[in-house]
């Protein structure tokens, strides 16, 4: 098979998007480094058709034993920022990653602030 | 002013692209997920026209005060995978962040691979 | 100054991120593709910080005259999914392209499309 | 099933990441706006996981018709910024689209660009 040049495979690799509100947001949500780079390998497994990486996989791209990226899941799951849908395809059962709690705790996030900011700007503008 | 409705602020926020290549190998680089994540906050604001965010700027968006911050910047500097450009308009110095030197590391450890890759491919066919 | 070896050119200009469900429903929201190509083209100008590019700028990245990306523009403007808003700045007035008509448009579409399964369901179910 | 609020249908298709320097460039290779949406309809499916997409499914998404649909991907054939990759696997033929052709045809055009300014800025130097 013809090999390609370095340059190729960076583009055939893709690129993966992050949405800047994450990146802006997720210290105020009790979220440090480690945990969000776990949520963005994992919302990179999910694009790329795997929905329910293992601590090894994880493991592999990443300065973490598997352990210990089981236990960083796992308190993301606590968290309330991860979750695991299930289901069933022919009596097999089917596990996979769900970040629809993240986008939703970071959309409520949005939705205080803003209800925040309108109260200020009502009660500024009764005085 | 009208307010926007926080699906429409997520939008407006807009993306990060982050290349597929940064998060399968970052580890292989000697880079951990407090400095990949620091990469990926500069990589956020050259993209949005701020081209040398302070400490104290990216300590606003991370779980680390603007000293640690500095300290990271440091070691990334050191690890030859972050550089400072320097120009000068009208006399004013003025500085920013590159992550040149990060794809250049990243694109020489692809060309590695694949010459590896050929060479072994080579000795197998010889025998 | 060092001239950049092509691909690095290649990453600094970056990538542009277009919503999956744009491409999926502009022809259902009676764009065509020079028209949908046009909006790709502002949405881009917009996230690199120009926010109200001239049918001349349009036209250098286009295969359409200056006057014919005006008239396109127009048909947007008039089919609602193209907004201008506008500002003063110490009695400068500035006007910017908006893109929140286009994503209000294809939002309404998801919910009524929602709303029609959702009825469907419920009729099927009291049969 | 439960179902999903609109916007987090909009998060869950996620985004499409298109290289600014093929919007940019893409007129210059002699290719209009029909046929690069048709490039990035191929793209998006491509990077979906369906790499050989027929007229039929990129008419859906399109205002063209399956045979309009088919003549342009005949059109970026002969151009030379589509490919088709051929493998077998267990005797079943398979085929692909491949859009290295156009990533090839793009470097190759900042390629000449760069050795064209290098000459002129030699040239210049000289006088």
Not at 112 to 120: F, I, M, N, S, V
């Amino acid at each position: 098979m013809e090999q390609s040049i370095p340059w190729q495979q960076w583009i055939k690799e893709g690129q993966v998007s992050i949405p800047a509100i994450l990146l802006k947001n997720y210290s105020l949500l009790g979220i440090n480094e480690t945990e969000c780079m776990m949520l963005i390998h994992i919302h990179t497994y999910i694009e790329k058709g795997n929905s329910f990486p293992t601590p090894e996989e994880l493991s592999n791209r990443m300065t973490l034993s598997a352990s210990e990226c089981f236990s960083v899941i796992q308190k993301l799951l606590k968290k309330g920022v991860l979750g695991i849908d299930q289901s069933s395809v022919k009596d097999v059962r089917e596990e996979s990653y769900s970040l629809l709690p993240l986008w939703n705790t970071l959309m409520n996030k949005l939705i205080k602030e803003q209800q925040h900011e309108k109260l200020t700007n009502t009660l500024q503008a009764q005085t």
